[in-house]
């Protein structure tokens, strides 16, 4: 039953793949279908929570099945033309990469080694079983999102995220789990998928499969393919998000617009604190629309990735009767104390060494180091090709990076500590640094597609095939 | 920008210009010989690297024991050496790439390997199938206590929690007894309220079926009075009634 369930997940994931379009990589169609899958999901549970509607299997998959079909109907015709898109390909030896093989084969033993762990113990942390599992759990014995708990404050503080993550929890009970622990594994696939294949579109399969092995081991993001927490998932949203638009702003195929709007609606669906990323997303985005002054496509993209948050602001205030927007303090002014501190912890996460209990390379490893490196390297080599063509290159992937990095740094400094009951050096050492997962692959998808990068690749291509 | 989209070009579909004349298998395979034996052995590098590192925990562990049991003099000069030095070691590479040596080989590869194990004594009979229940056990010190809960109350019912001051949440043997939210994902349907936070939750006060006892604490909760000599430590009582019978412990 749970595997059906997860059938029903992924077909509709894929069905709305398709109606974008019908050239995928087997790579996007794995990690897009999943995210987008899940994700419809939860709306659908959202929406039927509205309408009053008690959640169970048979209710679940009608609901699947109806969609499904009333969006492979709509699509029938581009659907029609799918078999002349599935020629097997001729594959020769010089197809081969052997290399990302290799690296595929190392990349797959891990991923099996921590899945093994993930699915062997139940979920324990604290988080998880004071909010999320328990909220997954209740939500699928009672049917509904509003459960009971919340008449008593003994929800947790996940109660008040929207949705995606402790829903996509209460979907796999409602099919039968026994614990919800399958999820993780499924979010972090899709997290490595989705990277790999929009890295690959920049510097081949080389590049990618290696950059993919690098972020799947950011050994505290590789710690979190066993647990049962949201940051994991929140990174594989805001990775499929986020690139998606980038590769869209570059080469203005379709496909990656819807993906990205839709990918960044989900960003908001999963954690509200995850608007610094909307907001850089529209910023990056309204940038583009002062070049090409097309209201249409802002419009809607900017529609789609706003509106759950709306959704869910609604819903808190006019269902659960709170609202999210209490916990900070505007009008902390400018505290040297507090600034000192964080900047002290943000220096040890972007660049390694100890700040209070944190010690960034154990953390995140290469990967900001890389980052920073590269840049640095293409600041060089604006004495070579000119400021204009550096100063393009991976212009908005930067400018999400850097605007989306301040804008989380922000939140954090207004965070009132009473209301939140914690101080903020505890807060730094273990939400930030839990958040700071959502950049990994922002870092790494620039340190490996920039022009300094990309001619290394292309070296690397040229002397491995030959040429 | 032209020579950029040359070179994505080139990268994307490198072998495209490579005519099937031309092309040597076993130069193609060499040459991708090549390129892995570089990442392997940057891979390796690193893994080498932090080996010691990765040791430490183990050296520490023995040493606290040598050091406990006064054995072995020698031994444990050349442990606490041996652990001074690599503490000392913070060379920059050897600290950003340590966090990769712990993600192979104690995350990935050992947890694998001690799941292994468990599956390996399992099959062979020197272990019981472990259930749901039994890792909940074996991970949450206090679950057995809070299934008691469950095995000796209504579902209704709502249990008043300890309080939750340093005597509790300064050690991990409680794991979180005292907070609500993490207290009640083990004992839905039934509820439970926090003690200290009673007047937040008037209407739950005036439900509470059960105390939970832990630690000796809890007993003025009780709506009847407990002989000192008959108090356990840790149990579960009704609020306003002496059980007919002493629940078990």
Redesign the interface.
Same mark, same amino acid.
């Given at each position: 039953m749970l595997t059906f369930g997860i059938i029903l997940c992924y077909l509709l994931g894929l069905s709305i793949l398709l109606l974008i379009s019908r050239k995928y990589s087997p790579a996007e169609l794995l990690g897009y279908s999943f995210l987008a899958g899940i994700g419809f999901e939860t709306l659908f549970m959202f929406l039927l929570d509205i309408i009053g509607v008690k959640y169970s299997p048979s209710v679940l998959i009608g609901v699947n099945v109806f969609a499904i079909l009333a969006i492979c109907g709509a699509n029938y015709k581009s659907l029609l033309l799918l078999k002349d898109d599935l020629k097997m390909p001729t594959i020769?030896?010089? +197809?081969i990469?052997?290399?990302a093989i290799?690296?595929f084969c190392?990349l797959a033993y891990?991923l099996? %080694?921590?899945t093994?762990?993930n699915l062997?113990?139940?979920p324990?942390e604290?988080d998880t079983?004071? $909010?999320f +599992?328990?909220l997954g759990?209740?939500m699928a %014995?009672e049917g509904v999102l509003k459960i009971s708990?919340y008449q008593? +404050?003994?929800?947790? %503080?996940g109660g008040l995220y929207p949705p995606l993550f402790h829903a996509s929890f209460a979907y796999v009970y409602i099919f039968g789990a &026994?614990?919800p622990k399958i999820i993780t594994t499924l979010f972090f696939i899709s997290l490595l998928t989705t990277f790999y294949s929009a890295v690959?579109?920049?510097?081949?399969s080389? %590049?990618a499969m290696?950059f993919t092995f690098i972020l799947m081991? $950011?050994? &505290?993001l590789? $710690?979190h393919a066993?647990l049962s927490l949201g940051n994991m998932p929140t990174t594989a949203y805001v990775c499929a998000g986020a690139l998606a638009t980038f590769i869209w702003l570059d080469k203005r195929e379709e496909k990656y617009f819807w993906l990205g709007a839709i990918m960044m609606a989900f960003v908001i669906w999963i954690r509200t604190d995850t608007v610094v990323f909307t907001a850089a997303a529209l910023l990056i985005i309204a940038i583009d629309f002062l070049k090409t002054k097309d209201w249409k496509r802002t419009f809607t993209y900017g529609a789609i990735a706003v509106t759950p948050f709306i959704l869910w602001s609604l819903y808190l205030k006019m269902k659960i009767g709170t609202s999210t927007g209490n916990k900070f303090d505007l009008g902390i002014g400018y505290n040297t104390e507090r600034m000192d501190l964080m900047l002290g912890y943000v220096k040890a996460f972007l660049f390694?060494?100890q700040k209070g209990a944190i010690?960034g390379?154990?953390?995140?490893?290469?990967a900001f180091?890389i980052f920073f490196l590269m840049l640095l390297v293409n600041l060089i080599l604006i004495y070579k090709e000119g400021v204009k063509?550096i100063l393009? +290159?991976r212009l908005n992937v930067l400018l999400f990076f850097f605007v989306s990095f301040a804008m989380y740094f922000v939140l954090f400094y207004l965070i009132d500590e009473k209301v939140q009951m914690a101080p903020i050096s505890s807060l730094m050492e273990s939400s930030f640094k839990r958040g700071m997962f959502c950049f990994i692959p922002l870092a790494l998808f620039y340190a490996s597609t920039n022009?300094a990068a990309?001619?290394f690749?292309?070296k690397? &291509?040229?002397?491995?095939?030959?040429? | 920008m032209a020579k950029q989209h040359q070179h994505k070009s080139q990268a994307a579909a490198p072998h495209k210009k490579t005519s099937s004349a031309e092309f040597n298998s076993f130069t193609y395979l060499l040459r991708n010989f090549i390129v892995i034996l570089v990442i392997g052995f940057l891979f390796l590098s690193f893994y080498k690297m932090n080996e010691k590192q990765g040791q430490l925990p183990e050296l520490y562990q023995e040493f606290q024991q040598l050091r406990q049991s006064g054995a072995n003099q020698e031994r444990q000069q050349e442990l606490y050496n041996e652990i001074i030095q690599l503490q000392s070691d913070t060379s920059f590479l050897k600290s950003l790439t340590k966090g990769y040596y712990w993600a192979i080989h104690d995350m990935a590869l050992g947890n694998l390997k001690q799941i292994n194990e468990m599956k390996e004594k399992i099959e062979s009979g020197q272990m019981k199938s472990l259930t749901l229940e039994d890792k909940l056990s074996y991970k949450v010190g206090v679950y057995p206590l809070l299934k008691y809960v469950n095995d000796n109350t209504p579902k209704d019912a709502v249990i008043l929690l300890p309080p939750g001051d340093s005597l509790l949440s300064n050690t991990s043997k409680w794991n979180f007894i005292y907070d609500p939210e993490w207290v009640e994902y083990f004992i839905y349907p039934r509820l439970c309220l926090a003690t200290g936070r009673e007047k937040e939750h008037p209407d739950l006060l005036k439900r509470v079926t059960h105390v939970l006892i832990v630690q000796g604490r809890g007993y003025d909760k009780l709506k009847y009075e407990v002989p000192l000599d008959k108090r356990q430590p840790e149990i579960l009582l009704p609020i306003d009634h002496a059980p007919t019978e002493t629940p078990a412990k």
């Open positions: 020769t030896m010089k +197809d990469n052997f290399v290799f690296i190392i891990l099996y %080694a921590v093994v762990k062997f113990w139940p324990t604290h079983i004071g $909010s +599992d328990k759990r209740v %014995a708990l008593y +404050d003994l929800q947790g %503080a &026994e614990t690959k579109t920049y510097v081949g080389t %590049a290696l081991l $950011s050994p &505290e590789f $710690s066993a390694g060494g010690d390379g154990q953390l995140y490893g290469l180091w063509e393009k +290159d022009k990309t001619w690749w292309v690397v &291509e040229n002397f491995r095939n030959g040429k | -």
